[in-house]
């Protein structure tokens, strides 16, 4: 039997700060960082997954300006837009 895998998509939704001294949200949505950093554990075989195993990860980095002029979406970012 085949088996499908799930189509692997980041939330690039900009976010209030968070205030935790009042346990609050506060002021206007954004991105707060100068870059974001997506991590992918890439390996699919659930007989020989290890998380721990940096081999069986894909990272990328994107700079902020580039989530911030994405044009298809400015909620999500599927790894083959990166």
């Not at 954004?30 to 659930?46: I, N, P």
């Not at 894909?58 to 790894?79: C, G, H, K, M």
Request: net charge positive.
């Amino acid at each position: 039997s085949s088996r499908l895998l799930t189509k692997i998509s980041f939330s690039i939704k900009k976010a209030r700060y968070w205030d935790a001294v009042n346990n609050m949200q506060s002021g206007e949505p954004k991105r707060h960082a100068d870059l974001y950093v997506f991590c992918h554990l890439k390996h699919t075989d659930q007989t020989t997954i290890d998380p721990l195993k940096m081999e069986q990860w894909d990272f990328y980095i994107l700079q902020t300006f580039r989530l911030d002029n994405y044009e298809r979406s400015q909620s999500s970012i599927t790894i083959n837009s990166m």
